[in-house]
C-alpha cells in the first residue's frame, strides 16, 4: 500500500495543531470559570460553618459534607460553568477574551444557546473523542451542531452587528468579579479572625512600648554591648555587605542562567525546550521558598552567622533575578536578532551582539533594585541566625522584662536600620535614573 506523502501528513498535523491551539483558551476560560464557582461554593461552605453551625447550633459540631457529597458539589458547580458558556459571558471568557458568536459572525440566537448548553454535557462525556474529533477551527462537537463557534474577540468585535455597550459593573463578568472580590475579603476576614473592637480596646497596653521607642537609647551605637561584643555600626555595616555580596554574586550566577530560561533564546528545539523548562522550574521553586527558610538550612550547614546569611540570601537572589532577567531577554527587540541571523551570525553572536546590549541597563537596574531588597531580607533572617543588624534587634527585643531599656534600645537599632535603608535606597534610586 502507498503510504501517503510527508506533505500530506505534514499539512494535516499542522492543521490539528492549528485547532488545538484555537481550542486552548476556550479550555483554560472553562476550567477558570468552573474552579471560580468551585470557590464560591468553599466560602460559602465555610461561612455557614462559621455563622450557623457555630455560634447558634454549636452542639451540632461541624458541618461536613458526606461523602456521596463532594460528587454533587463538583457536578453542580461544573453545571454552572457550561450553563455560564452557553448562554453568559465570565471572567474566563473575559480574562482569555473569547466570544460566543454564530459561524456568520453574529449573536446566537436562544434556540442555537440550547442546545450548545446541553450538547456541551455530551461534549464532557465523550472528552477524549471530543479533542481527537475537533476541527481545524477548533470546532467541537457542541460547537457544529449549535452553528455557534468561540471566537477571539479582537477578531469578530468589528463584524458583529452593533449593540448598546453596557457598563463593565452591569455585565456577568463584571458582576461575578465583585461577588469574587466580596467573598474573599469577607472569607478573609473571617479566617485571619480580624478584630477592630480589639485594635482600640487595648490600645492602652502597647502606650508604653511606643513611648520607650520614640525615645531610643544610643548607648551601645558604637560602644560595643559587652554581651554581643558587638555595636549597632559593626551589626549595620555586617548586613550591608551581606546583602551586597549575595547581590553580586547572585547577580553574576542568574546572568547567564536568564538566557537558558527564555523562550526566545532556547524555544528552538526539544533539548532547548527542557532546559527552558527546568530553568524556569528552578527559578519558580526556589524563589517561592522565603530567604528565612534557608537561612535556616544554611546555620545548619554552615553554622550561625552572617555567612549563612550570604548564602542564603544568594540563592534567593539567584532565583529571583533570574526569573526577572529571563522575561527582560523575552521581552527584546527581535530586529537586531534576526539581522545578526541574517547575516550568517552563530547564536552566540545573537546573544553577544543583538541580546546582551539591549538588557544591560535594565540588569543593573534590576540588581540594584534587589540590593535594596537583600538589605531589608539580611535583618530578617537574622532571626534564624543569619547575623547583621538583625541579631542585635532580635536580642534587645527578647530581653524585654530583663533589661529596664530593652525596647529603648530597640528603638535605637530600628531608627539605624531606617536611616541606613533609607539612604541606600536615595542613593540607589539616583543610580537606576542614570542607568535607565
Do not use: C
Not at 454564530?102 to 442555537?112: A, L, M
Not at 477571539?152 to 472580590?181: C, F, H, N, Y
Not at 560595643?224 to 555600626?233: K, R
Amino acid at each position: 500500500m502507498a503510504k501517503k506523502p510527508k506533505k500530506l501528513r505534514s499539512a494535516r498535523r499542522d492543521a490539528l495543531l492549528k485547532g488545538f491551539d484555537l481550542l486552548r483558551p476556550r479550555v483554560f476560560a472553562f476550567v477558570l470559570d468552573w474552579a471560580a464557582w468551585g470557590y464560591i461554593a468553599y466560602a460559602a461552605m465555610y461561612l455557614l460553618n462559621q455563622y450557623w453551625y457555630t455560634w447558634y447550633v454549636d452542639w451540632y459540631g461541624t458541618l461536613t459534607l458526606p461523602t456521596w457529597g463532594w460528587p454533587i458539589v463538583v457536578l453542580g458547580t461544573l453545571e454552572l460553568a457550561i450553563l455560564l458558556h452557553a448562554f453568559g459571558h465570565g471572567i474566563g471568557m473575559s480574562l482569555f477574551g473569547t466570544r460566543l458568536v454564530t459561524t456568520d459572525i453574529d449573536y446566537p440566537t436562544r434556540r442555537q444557546r440550547w442546545i450548545r448548553f446541553l450538547w456541551m454535557h455530551a461534549s464532557l462525556v465523550m472528552l477524549p473523542l471530543t479533542l481527537l474529533r475537533t476541527g481545524t477551527d477548533g470546532a467541537a462537537v457542541h460547537d457544529r451542531r449549535s452553528g455557534t463557534r468561540m471566537r477571539a474577540w479582537k477578531d469578530v468585535k468589528d463584524e458583529l452587528p452593533p449593540r448598546k455597550p453596557r457598563a463593565w459593573i452591569r455585565t456577568q463578568s463584571g458582576i461575578m468579579t465583585l461577588v469574587l472580590i466580596g467573598v474573599t475579603f469577607w472569607l478573609g476576614w473571617e479566617i485571619t479572625e480580624i478584630d477592630l473592637g480589639m485594635l482600640f480596646s487595648r490600645a492602652g497596653m502597647s502606650a508604653r512600648i511606643w513611648k520607650d521607642l520614640v525615645n531610643p537609647d544610643f548607648v551601645h551605637f558604637f560602644q560595643p554591648d559587652p554581651t554581643l561584643g558587638q555595636s549597632i555600626v559593626q551589626g549595620l555595616i555586617e548586613s550591608i555587605f551581606i546583602a551586597l555580596l549575595a547581590t553580586l554574586m547572585g547577580g553574576i550566577v542568574a546572568f547567564p542562567l536568564s538566557f537558558l530560561g527564555a523562550r526566545n533564546i532556547m524555544g528552538f528545539s526539544p533539548v532547548g525546550w527542557l532546559v527552558y523548562a527546568v530553568m524556569r522550574a528552578f527559578f519558580n521553586v526556589f524563589r517561592s521558598i522565603e530567604s528565612i527558610l534557608w537561612a535556616v538550612v544554611f546555620a545548619v550547614w554552615v553554622g550561625f552567622g552572617p555567612f549563612a546569611g550570604v548564602l542564603a540570601l544568594t540563592l534567593h537572589t539567584i532565583a529571583a533575578l533570574g526569573k526577572l532577567f529571563s522575561e527582560q531577554v523575552e521581552g527584546i527587540d527581535p530586529g537586531p536578532l534576526e539581522a545578526i541571523a541574517s547575516t550568517g551570525g552563530r547564536r552566540v553572536d545573537v546573544v553577544l551582539f543583538g541580546v546582551i546590549p539591549q538588557i544591560v541597563p535594565s540588569y543593573l537596574a534590576f540588581t540594584l533594585y534587589r540590593w535594596d531588597i537583600n538589605i531589608r531580607m539580611a535583618t530578617v533572617i537574622a532571626l534564624v541566625g543569619g547575623g547583621g543588624i538583625g541579631r542585635i534587634l532580635f536580642f534587645y527585643k527578647n530581653q524585654v522584662g530583663f533589661l529596664s531599656n530593652a525596647w529603648n534600645q530597640v528603638g535605637a537599632v530600628i531608627i539605624a536600620i531606617v536611616a541606613v535603608v533609607w539612604l541606600l535606597d536615595y542613593i540607589s534610586g539616583r543610580v537606576r535614573e542614570k542607568i535607565i
